[in-house]
Every structure is written in structure tokens, then in C-alpha cells.
């Protein structure tokens, strides 16, 4: 009787680990997306999608992770609020189960979402939102990466362009009043600061606001000789259009904001010379991967040529942020948040991507793949975006 | 909800974090918890005393930076820096509501409105002391599973406190003012003093709700307290139930799950979230627990104990003979039209005193100077010897001057009984504290004025109808309740705004026997104003007629029936 | 630069008045208003992008149909969300009246599009400089049309017998219903006028602010400030309130700062009603007793 009960177990314990080995073989692998999907800045969390949907299928193609378990996007929108931000947090987590989670554009939502990854024990890829203290947030194990512009890396870029290439010793700064012009504020006064100089005014602007004549006005009374700008598209082409309402002919350097967003439209000519900073650029000559994510973005979305990319830093810094995380899956055999983690920062396949070739890309001290030395210098012209020789 | 309804939701609240361990569904509790609270307040605003608030936000921001910055900044354990966002919250509250309720309507919205964005941007620029639009980090929290139990408890409280307000003196009183803000002060409430509590209460409750949101997430920032805030809070509140206690967990519930359900639509989040608003106005005015039928108010029980006095104010017991309410020379015109001009009026202190006259004669506007609503242009009026032109209608009302309305003005969201309770309190609402807490001596006085109010009820027949709303009273019912409400003051002067009219003849024989009684029995001076000339002839003492303005005869009526002025003024005919 | 922040503030004001003036209208005729007058503007400004830079309609037609569909706009938004509430003593229209708005704005995220959108015009192109200090032409002719369609307006109600019919109704609604002035169709009327003059407002505004779903909240909150200022039942204080409003916000943000603009704007709304609860030119509520 003993005997054929445990032998009735261990059949029965067999049959459930293979049925479960089969089962899993054919359960996709989850990563979770939290953006603003709705709302004004609604164009971010479209772009990033479109980023990962495209990796996605080129990883699924070739046969998914895992020996064949597929990847899965699951979208959730968190309309830019931070304690919706948590709750989607928690829920891609707990419920949904996602292997790895992938964040929208805006700073406050990141930093309200940080303690919930390390609580969880999930990792986190930001894809856009640039504020310094998202990655470096003092905690280890650090489970929040990015590959995205890291605030710190980019005013330390677009201060050296300006005094190195520009020549220029006066700046003005003109920065939105968000949480991601508070960083780069932080973050300009700094790089300035180590090379003497101090910017001769800081202005600020809202969302939504049609006209910086005043804030122009100011700078240019208090003797800037060149303005650096940190805006979204909508409120870097009114800038733009303050600037020449009145009549101000200044050099302007800019943070990536102004990429996307239909810029060029909305300022035609007006936008032509003003350089900013981008981790990727659809225009000129592209890499083998470039091509294949144009490619990809014409047949999926119907996008007619690299002007009609909308947000394109979002798709790509997402795209390599994604076939990162598939590597790191692979990498650590499962999809448990610790062991995925610790692969992302041990990384040891090397992975030619858009932006760049990505060589351990994270350590414990960096969770920010790119720096200041991957950034490229872009400037509008004749509404296209034309990269600049000089870094 | 009846109790069977609200201890499953306890059991439920109960075992929830004891039977999973789930944060996300946790998180969702506690998110719920949070709703809740600010709902329950805008309750007691917009439910009782039917204010419209769309600034909530903003005491839901104090709640919140007031607890962040008392504990990072100052270093304050937890359970002291909440209390303290939110007793920074009920003091700005109370400054809002006394600068904000003189005003009503889209006035009193806009300024709410204006409230909340000057807080929301006041936190963006006040950098050094908020944080700038970054806000405030590493503020020290609880795990989700530590939050869920204060919150729970803070809802739980809120609720509860809700519940004794509506069955208190006070509850009454802020629904009588959304009812009938007239009628209110006619029996000596202050209009402007009730909603400016109310407003306080749901500035602190929005506050509480602040501290632990803050303790909830360990980070605040601006974003969190927008425009969009302040209406998910009266959306959740409208949705549930306007009014009704279980209103705000039902609303809180709905519009913190439903989301969580319909995340697949997320780019057509406002337009659900619109057509939502819109369900709820349309055709839930009454919200979820409206429609679901749940009405039960427990009546508390008579428990026949020996009746308390409630100590009216010594109003001093006139001799019959003495003059109690003389008005002399009175006139006032409206936008260039004289309604009275040059009337003179002496009513004594026992017996009914008739005042008669054509349509706009100024029988109406003669009432409203006397009690307050408007001010004289000349002349002066004094009860007992003391002038009272142009005081506000509820100082008229303490002094023991009361009156029924043309049109009926029963506070509707009331029941029968609750009214005549609102006429025995008059301005004596008891103690805030014992009302919220419903302590033994608001028990107490609950017993005392339930039980002289169906004693009032009974004189005058209506006690079988006790427990009815007033909505539901027939006309005629619904004037005998307005005298046995203003009877319930225990005025010294009482004035009765053509209380036959629309009477058949049945009752206007009852109301005659009525009034009689009230006469003989050592009741008020009665002034009647009326135009039924059977009843005034057949129960007045004295009669002063008025045409155009004027008085044109004063005296008994005998008298006044054969005055030729009268009757050229009621036929047109020389006599 | 105080020429052109004056320019800029009349500009603004003169819109913000525009724009209010439509609150005052469905005020005075039914003590009722569109909360989302905002929204109207945002419609006014996506659709006539819609028809004139999109479908390439030359500019009259483009703008006559724009002004048709906001009347179409307004007496919807009347029907559905005003007219259940009418008589009703309860606010639900304001509620109603927001949750309008808030479907309208995502229905044109949906078919315009999340991103902003530019409306090229000849008045933007070139601007007028003047020592030191710029601005558009276009900002110059917005002040001289708001003002005189506001203008226009307060003629049609003192001088034209439908105008006074409208006026009618505000007085008393029942007694103009049995003098033969068909009230609901009055009170429809009043928001269709009022969602066409924010519709010219969001034309106006269009080349200079760019057109988006997300335009007309902030916008629709100012005017209802101004209107508040002003008095909802004074057309003259709301013009004038305009004004005001949009050059001290010129001024401050000028010369102190962009956040504190928002502040001192809202600031002044409260400080306004503290001292005069009914607006500067406002009348009380007639209280029936």
C-alpha cells in the first residue's frame, strides 16, 4: 500500500514538472511599460512603445528568450501622476509578473516609482526621463538602469560645446519649471561652475506658455551671449519664435526636448542653428540597425521618412534598452528580478545596438549606459536634423 | 447601509491584509482608504451643507508637505507629523471658508478654484521650502502592508464621524441651510457660521488624507495636487452619494478600481472619465447608494424618560398689556419703487394682530423688515424696546421672533420630526467635539429634542408622519409643519406669512381653533398677515390695513370692516 | 520691452474677455454657464486648423464653417448638459458642464492628434520691432477684433428685439415664456453665441500659440476668473476685467517672474471677492424670500 502510494507521488510529481517545463516553454515573458500615454505629453510614451514593440519582434522572430518563451509588452498609462505611477508599478509587479519594467518621460513619476522597484525587486530601464537622482539614488543593490540622456552627463556635454566649440563665456539659461529643469539647473550650475563661469541670468517658463519675450529680454539686458535651453517641442518653438519676435539674433544650445513634437513645423525657418543634444538621430547615414528600425517604423506605423518619427529619442534609447534586457534574461537564465538584475550590471555579451556598441554598459557604480562621450550634437536645418562634426 | 451592510464591509477590511500579501491589491486599499477620507469631508460640504468646493486639492497638498516637511525637515515621528498636516490644513481651511462663504455658486467655485492653483504653484516656486517641483524625497513611511491599518482606521473614522454629525444638532443644521438657507435663519441659524464649519471639517479631512498619502509613498510632489485632483475628489463623492454616509467608500471604491479594470482604454481614459461625471449627474442624483434604495435612517428610539428642560434663554414673561414689538414710521423703497412708506404698527405682548391689504400692499416686505431680511430706509422697529432695524435675520431670530414663509419652506433633506428639532435647537447646536464623537451628552440632548419635537408634532397632528421626509408631506402638511417648526423656538413674537392661503375650508377651521388655543393657552404675539377675510375677521384682536405702502385704517374689526378707505382699497368702490 | 508687454497683455486680455463675455451671455439669460468654455476655444482653434491648414480651404469659408460648427457646439452642449438642470436649484450643471468638456478634449486628442500642431499666418511672420522689444501684427489685431466684437455683442442686446428677448428671459424667465419669447430656444440660443465667441477667441489665438487638445483648460479658467472680476452680470466690468487681467499678467511675468504670474493672477480673484463678493460691476443674486 506504502509502496504503490509513493509511487503514485512520484509519478504524479513527474507529470506536474513536465506539464510545467511544457507549459513554460510556451508562457511568454512579460516586461512592463509605465508612460504617459494620454495627455499632453502623450507622444513620449507612443514613441517608447513603438520602441520596444519593434525590438520585440526582432527577439521574437528569432525565438524569443528562454528557449523559446516569447516576449510580451504590457502597456500601462501613467498619465504623468506619481502615485499612479505606483500603482502601476506594484500591479505590473505583483500581477501582471513582468520580468523587467520600462519608464516613460516624466522625472517625478521615476523617482516616485524607485522604491518600489528595490521593495519588489524588479529591475527598471528608464527610456527617457533624464533626471540625475532617478539612477543615482543611493540605494545597492540598485535595481533602476537607463539608457537614455542622465542630466549630470548631458550639462557637462552641452557646457563644453558651448565654451569649447561655440567659444562663449556669458550664458543664459532658460530652463521649464518641471522637476527636469530643476536637475539640468542644478546640473548647469555645476559644469559651469567648474569651468569659472556663472551663467548670467536663469529664466523659467510653464507649460503651455505662448510667449518667453520677457525671460529673453531679461537674459539678453543681463549681456548673455548665448542662450542654453532645456524644453519639450511646444515650448522650445515658442522660444524659438519669442527669440526672433524680438529680433534677437543669439546662438542657442539646447537639451533634447526639441527633437520630437513636430518642432520643425511648428517654427519653419526660425529653428535653423540651434544645436542640441540627442542620443540617436533617423536622419543622415544610418547603421545596419537604424535601417532595420526605419524599416520597421514605415511597415508597422506607416511613418513616411525620418521627419515623421515622432519622439525619436524614446524609440531608440528603448530599443537598445529592451534587447539589453533580453540579454541580461538570457544571461541569468530566468526572469527573477534579482538574478536579471545582477546580470545587468555584470553584462558580458557585447551588443552592436542603434545608439552605440554596448560593451558592459552598467557597473554597480553606472546604471546609465550612455554618457556624455555617446551623446551627438544635432542641429536643425531646413526643418531636418543635421548631426554636427564636432562633439 | 444597514449594519449588516457596514460589518461586512469591516470583516472585509479586516481580513484583507491578513489574507494576502499581494502590495498591489494593498496599495489599491489603501489608495481607496485615502479617497475615502477626502470624500467623506467634501460630504460634509457639499452633502450637508451644499457648498461645491473644486479646490480640495489644496488642503489635500497642506496635508501633505505639512507631514513631509515635519518629518524631514523637523524630524518629527510619524504619528505627530500627519496630525500636524492636517491641523494645517483645518486652519487655512477655516481662513478659506471665512474669506470664501460670503459668496455662493460659481463664485464661491471659482474662488475654491483659485485656492487650489495658488497652492499647486506656490509648491513649484517656493523651492527652499517645498522642494520645487521635484518635491520632497525619503520621507520615512511605512510598508504598504503598515500603511493599510492607519488608513484604514483614519477612513473608518471619518465615516463614522460623518454619520454622528448628520444625527446631531449641528448635521441638522448644515442641512437646513442647503435646504432652505431662509428658513434657516429664520429660526436663528447662522448661515455663514454653519458653512464655514463644514468648510473647516472637509479642509481638515482633506488634510488627514494629505499627511498619509505622504506616508503611503515616502515622496510628494506637485503633480500629485492638480486641478484634476479636486474634481476626481467631488467625482468620487457624486458618484457614490451625495449626502448619504456610505457615499464616499463607494464612490472612493468605484473610482479607485475601476481604472484598474479598464486599463487596456487608456486613450480613452477622459472620455470614460467624462461620460462617468456625466452618469452620475444624470441619472444617479441621489449616487450608487441612492439608487440602490439604501434609506434607512434609524430613528432613535423614545425612550419615554423624563424630559430635560433645554433651558430657553430667560426671554422674560410680558405682561399682556405690554407693548412687545412697535415699529414706527418704517418706509423702504426698492430700486426706485416705494414698497413702504411711513408705517407705524404697535403689536402687544398677548392676542393676534392681523395685518391685511390688497396684492403688493407690502404685507410681505413688512415681515421681511421686521425679521431681518431687509433693511429700512426710515423709521424704526423695536421689540420689547430694544431696536432691531437692519439686524441680520438670525440675531432677529435669538431674540425670540419667528415666522413662516409664504411659499412653505420645510427643509426637504429632513424628515418631519428632524425639522421641528432644528426649530427647538434654534442656535443652540451643542459642542462641535461632543457632536462629532456623539457623546453621552449629545445623546442626551438628541433624546430631549426628538422628544419635544414629536411633543410639537402632536399638537398639531402630525405626529404619525414623524419619520417622513418633508420632501413627501402634501402642501397643507407642509405649513403646519413650518408653524409647528417656528412654535418649536419658543419665540416671543410670532408672524405667520398667509398661512390660509391655498387651505380648503376643513383646515382653515382647524388652523382658526389652532391659533385660538395658542392665544388662550399663553402662547406668542401672533401677527397674522393674511387675506382671507372670513379668518381674519373671526380671531384677530387688532388689524392694520395696508395699501400701496401705507397704513389706511388701524383698529378693531369691527372697526377696520366699515372704514371707507378699506373698502374703496379692496373694491374700488367710494363707500 | 513695456510696449510689448503691452501689446502682448492686451492681446491676451482682450481674449480672456472675448471669451468671458461668452460666460456672462448663458449667465444673464439662465443663470447657468459652460464650464468648459475652454474647451470651446480648443474646438474653435482644431477645427479651423482642421479645415484651413489641413484640407487647404480657403480662409473665409474655412472660418465661417469653424463659427457654424461652435454654434452647433454650444447649443449641443446646452442640450445635453444645461437643459436637464435648468429649473433644478442643484449645480449639476457645472459639473455636467466640465465633464462635457473633458470628453471633448479627449475626442479631439483622438482624431487631431497628441502632438501641437502650427497655424501658419501672414500676421506671424514678420515681427513689428520696436526698441528693443517685438511683437506680431497679429497681437495687434486681436485687441481691435475682440473688442469690437464685444462691442457688436452689447449692441445686439440693447438695440436688437431678439437681444432684448434674451434679456427678458434673465429677468424672468417665466414671465417672458407667457409674453410668446420661446425660453428654451432663448436659452440655447445664448450658448450657442457664447461657444462662437470663444471659437473666434481659439482662431485668433491659434498662429500665436500653436494648436493642441490640451489649449483650452487654461484659458477657460482665466476668462471664468475675469468674468468673476468683473461681475457675471456686467458685460462692461468683464471687458474691462479683460484687460486688466491680461496686462497685469503681462507686467508680472514681465518683471518678477512666469510662476508668479499664476499666483498673483488667481490671487487677485479672491482679493477681488473679498472686497466686493459680487465682482467689481456685479449686482448680488436677488434673494427670494
Given amino acids: ?391 | 447601509m444597514g449594519r449588516a451592510g457596514w460589518a461586512t464591509v469591516a470583516v472585509a477590511a479586516l481580513l484583507l491584509p491578513l489574507s494576502t500579501s499581494n502590495t498591489y491589491y494593498l496599495y489599491l486599499a489603501c489608495s481607496v482608504g485615502l479617497l475615502t477620507i477626502v470624500a467623506a469631508g467634501l460630504n460634509v460640504l457639499a452633502g450637508f451643507a451644499g457648498q461645491i468646493s473644486l479646490g480640495h486639492a489644496g488642503f489635500y497638498a497642506l496635508g501633505a508637505y505639512g507631514a513631509g516637511l515635519a518629518a524631514t525637515r523637523l524630524g518629527w515621528p510619524l504619528w505627530a507629523a500627519v496630525p500636524a498636516g492636517m491641523v494645517l490644513a483645518a486652519i487655512v481651511g477655516a481662513a478659506v471658508g471665512a474669506a470664501a462663504l460670503r459668496v455662493s455658486g460659481p463664485y464661491l467655485a471659482m474662488v475654491t478654484i483659485a485656492f487650489g492653483i495658488i497652492v499647486e504653484h506656490v509648491l513649484v516656486e517656493w523651492v527652499s521650502l517645498t522642494g520645487g517641483p521635484g518635491g520632497i524625497f525619503n520621507i520615512p513611511k511605512l510598508t504598504v502592508g503598515g500603511s493599510y491599518w492607519p488608513i484604514a482606521g483614519c477612513a473608518a473614522a471619518a465615516l463614522w464621524l460623518t454619520a454622528n454629525l448628520r444625527a446631531s444638532a449641528w448635521g441638522r443644521a448644515l442641512l437646513a441651510v442647503k435646504s432652505s438657507e431662509v428658513a434657516a435663519e429664520s429660526l436663528g441659524i447662522s448661515a455663514y457660521l454653519a458653512r464655514t464649519t463644514a468648510f473647516t471639517i472637509s479642509a481638515a479631512l482633506a488634510g488627514l488624507a494629505g499627511g498619509l498619502f505622504a506616508l503611503l509613498n515616502g515622496y510628494i510632489s506637485p503633480d500629485s495636487f492638480t486641478l484634476q485632483a479636486s474634481i476626481l475628489f467631488l467625482l468620487a463623492l457624486l458618484f457614490g452619494g451625495l449626502g448619504s454616509v456610505a457615499g464616499p467608500l463607494v464612490g472612493g471604491a468605484a473610482l479607485t478600481l475601476l481604472p484598474e479594470l479598464l486599463t487596456g482604454l487608456a486613450d480613452y481614459r477622459l472620455i470614460l472619465y467624462g461620460s462617468l461625471l456625466m452618469v452620475s449627474i444624470y441619472g444617479l442624483p441621489a449616487g450608487v447608494v441612492g439608487a440602490v434604495g439604501a434609506r434607512g435612517r434609524r430613528s432613535a428610539p423614545d425612550t419615554g424618560l423624563p424630559l430635560p428642560a433645554l433651558s430657553p434663554e430667560g426671554r422674560g414673561v410680558e405682561t399682556a398689556g405690554e407693548v412687545l414689538l412697535g415699529v414706527e414710521g418704517l418706509g423702504v423703497s426698492f430700486g426706485g419703487v416705494v414698497a413702504l412708506a411711513d408705517v407705524t404698527l404697535t403689536v402687544p405682548a398677548r392676542g393676534i394682530t392681523a395685518v391685511i391689504g390688497p396684492n403688493g400692499a407690502g404685507k410681505t416686505t413688512l415681515i421681511n423688515l421686521i425679521t431681518g431680511y431687509y433693511r429700512p430706509g426710515a423709521g424704526e422697529i423695536r421689540l420689547a424696546g430694544e431696536p432691531i432695524a437692519g439686524r441680520a435675520p438670525h440675531a432677529v431670530a435669538r431674540l425670540g421672533v419667528a415666522r413662516t414663509f409664504q411659499t412653505a419652506q420645510p427643509f426637504d433633506d429632513l424628515s418631519v420630526v428632524e425639522n421641528v428639532m432644528v426649530g427647538v435647537a434654534g442656535a443652540r447646536l451643542g459642542a462641535l467635539g461632543g457632536a462629532l464623537l456623539h457623546g453621552p451628552g449629545t445623546r442626551r440632548r438628541e433624546r430631549a429634542l426628538r422628544a419635544r419635537a414629536l411633543q410639537l408634532l402632536a399638537v398639531l397632528g402630525l405626529a404619525a408622519r414623524a419619520e417622513e421626509p418633508a420632501a413627501s408631506l402634501p402642501a397643507g402638511l407642509r405649513r403646519w409643519l413650518e408653524i409647528a417648526r417656528a412654535l418649536a423656538t419658543e419665540p416671543r413674537l410670532l408672524l405667520l406669512d398667509e398661512p390660509a392661503a391655498g387651505l380648503s375650508p376643513t383646515e382653515i377651521a382647524e388652523l382658526d381653533a389652532r391659533l385660538t388655543a395658542l392665544r388662550s393657552q399663553g402662547g406668542p404675539a401672533i401677527v397674522l398677515v393674511e387675506h382671507h377675510m372670513e379668518l381674519v375677521m373671526a380671531i384677530s384682536d387688532r388689524i392694520s390695513v395696508l395699501d400701496y405702502g401705507r397704513v389706511i385704517a388701524a383698529g378693531a374689526p369691527a372697526t377696520v370692516r366699515e372704514s371707507p378707505a378699506v373698502i374703496e382699497a379692496y373694491l374700488g368702490l367710494p363707500a | 520691452m513695456l510696449v510689448q508687454l503691452l501689446v502682448t497683455g492686451l492681446a491676451l486680455g482682450s481674449m480672456y474677455g472675448l471669451v468671458a463675455l461668452g460666460y456672462h451671455i448663458t449667465w444673464a439669460t439662465s443663470r447657468t454657464m459652460n464650464f468648459s468654455q475652454g474647451h470651446a476655444v480648443m474646438v474653435g482653434a482644431v477645427i479651423a486648423w482642421a479645415l484651413v491648414v489641413a484640407l487647404g480651404w480657403p480662409l473665409p469659408i474655412g472660418l465661417l464653417a469653424t463659427l457654424l460648427a461652435l454654434a452647433v457646439f454650444g447649443a449641443l452642449i446646452e442640450r445635453v448638459a444645461v437643459r436637464p438642470f435648468f429649473r433644478a436649484s442643484s449645480p449639476a450643471w457645472l459639473l455636467s458642464t466640465i465633464a462635457c468638456g473633458i470628453i471633448a478634449e479627449n475626442v479631439a486628442q483622438l482624431l487631431f492628434g497628441k502632438d501641437a500642431r502650427a497655424f501658419p499666418s501672414a500676421l506671424t511672420q514678420r515681427p513689428i520691432l520696436v526698441g528693443g522689444a517685438g511683437f506680431y501684427p497679429q497681437e495687434l489685431l486681436i485687441p481691435v477684433v475682440g473688442l469690437g466684437l464685444m462691442a457688436l455683442v452689447q449692441l445686439f442686446y440693447h438695440r436688437t428685439r431678439y437681444g432684448r428677448q434674451l434679456k427678458a428671459v434673465a429677468w424672468n424667465a417665466e414671465a417672458a415664456g407667457l409674453m410668446g419669447i420661446n425660453v428654451p430656444r432663448a436659452v440655447m440660443a445664448s450658448y450657442a453665441l457664447s461657444a462662437l465667441l470663444a471659437g473666434v477667441a481659439g482662431v485668433l489665438l491659434a498662429p500665436l500659440l500653436n494648436v493642441a487638445p490640451t489649449m483650452g483648460t487654461i484659458i477657460g479658467l482665466k476668462a471664468f476668473a475675469v468674468a468673476i472680476i468683473g461681475g457675471l452680470t456686467s458685460a462692461p466690468g468683464i471687458v474691462l476685467a479683460g484687460l486688466g487681467y491680461g496686462l497685469l499678467e503681462a507686467v508680472v511675468a514681465g518683471y518678477v517672474s512666469t510662476g508668479a504670474r499664476e499666483i498673483v493672477g488667481f490671487a487677485l480673484v479672491i482679493l477681488v471677492l473679498m472686497v466686493r463678493p459680487w465682482g467689481l460691476l456685479g449686482a448680488p443674486p436677488a434673494r427670494r424670500v
Fill in chain 1, 1 to 391: 500500500m506504502r509502496r504503490s502510494a509513493s509511487l503514485l507521488l512520484t509519478l504524479s510529481l513527474l507529470v506536474a514538472a513536465a506539464t510545467g517545463a511544457v507549459a513554460q516553454s510556451k508562457e511568454p515573458v512579460k516586461i512592463g511599460l509605465s508612460a504617459a500615454v494620454s495627455g499632453g505629453s502623450a507622444a513620449s510614451g507612443e514613441a517608447i512603445k513603438r520602441g520596444l514593440e519593434i525590438a520585440i519582434g526582432e527577439i521574437n522572430a528569432k525565438g524569443g528568450v528562454l528557449g523559446g518563451r516569447p516576449l510580451q509588452l504590457v502597456v500601462r498609462d501613467d498619465e504623468g501622476q506619481p502615485a499612479k505611477g505606483v500603482t502601476i508599478a506594484r500591479e505590473l509587479v505583483e500581477r501582471e509578473k513582468v520580468a523587467a519594467v520600462f519608464g516613460g518621460l516624466h522625472t517625478p513619476v521615476a523617482l516616485a516609482q524607485v522604491a518600489v522597484w528595490h521593495e519588489l525587486k524588479t529591475p527598471y530601464m528608464g527610456a527617457w526621463a533624464a533626471g540625475t537622482n532617478i539612477t543615482r539614488n543611493g540605494q545597492s543593490p540598485n535595481y533602476v538602469f537607463r539608457v537614455s540622456a542622465n542630466d549630470d552627463d548631458a550639462d557637462k556635454f552641452l557646457t563644453r560645446y558651448a565654451t569649447e566649440v561655440l567659444r562663449k563665456g556669458k550664458p543664459g539659461l532658460l530652463l521649464e519649471n518641471t522637476s527636469w529643469g530643476q536637475s539640468n539647473e542644478a546640473g548647469l550650475t555645476k559644469w559651469l561652475g567648474e569651468k569659472g563661469i556663472r551663467a548670467v541670468g536663469i529664466e523659467k517658463f510653464n507649460w503651455g506658455d505662448p510667449d518667453m519675450s520677457p525671460q529673453l529680454l531679461r537674459l539678453k539686458n543681463a549681456g548673455a551671449d548665448h542662450v542654453v535651453l532645456v524644453a519639450n517641442a511646444p515650448e522650445g518653438a515658442q522660444v524659438v519664435k519669442s527669440r526672433a519676435k524680438i529680433g534677437w539674433e543669439i546662438p542657442m544650445v539646447s537639451h533634447w526636448g526639441i527633437s520630437g513634437g513636430r518642432f520643425a513645423e511648428l517654427t519653419g525657418e526660425l529653428s535653423d542653428g540651434v544645436a542640441f543634444l540627442q542620443t540617436y538621430s533617423f536622419f543622415g547615414k544610418q547603421n545596419e540597425r537604424g535601417e532595420q528600425v526605419l524599416k520597421a517604423l514605415k511597415e508597422k506605423y506607416g511613418v513616411k521618412g525620418p521627419e515623421d518619427v515622432i519622439a525619436p529619442v524614446g524609440t531608440a534609447n528603448a530599443y537598445d534598452g529592451l534587447h539589453l534586457v533580453a540579454l541580461a534574461i538570457e544571461q541569468a537564465g530566468s526572469t527573477d528580478g534579482a538574478k536579471v538584475r545582477d546580470a545587468l550590471e555584470g553584462l558580458k555579451a557585447e551588443y552592436k545596438g542603434l545608439i552605440k556598441t554596448y560593451r558592459r554598459p552598467f557597473t554597480a557604480e553606472q546604471h546609465d549606459a550612455l554618457t556624455d562621450a555617446d551623446y551627438i550634437m544635432v542641429v536643425w536645418r531646413a526643418g531636418k536634423i543635421v548631426p554636427l562634426a564636432a562633439k
